[in-house]
């Protein structure tokens, strides 16, 4: 079998349910992965066009539902009369925190940073 050299481990043909959770951590650091560092993240798997083009799918919804979340909540501080960016703090308290969270950290997998 194939051994990734980076990683240590068995390239394997397909991505996991583990891959769209490191998918989900990673969009947090990069929003529009490149090839070369979606490879770099994911050396146990072996690239070809189907994988590429699920990566590619799962960051575009990543950013749809993200976008239409912080559009969702923007409008509403809008509503409340928030017009300073400054006035904005989004706590681990805050819906939009809870529905990112619940959705990219369903299992809390991941520790969330305090800030």
Known sequence: SDISPLSGSTIQ???????????????FYSRYPSSSMLKMYFSDVKFNRCITSQLIKWFSNFREFYYIQIEKFARQFINDGVVSADDISVSCDSPL????NMHY???NDFEVPER
């Not at 925190?97 to 990112?100: A, G, I, M, T």
């Open 105 to 107: 950290n369903k299992a």
């Open 97 to 100: 925190y809870k529905v990112l």
């Open 13 to 27: 043909e397909g991505l996991s349910p583990n891959h769209l959770k490191k998918a989900k951590l990673m969009f």
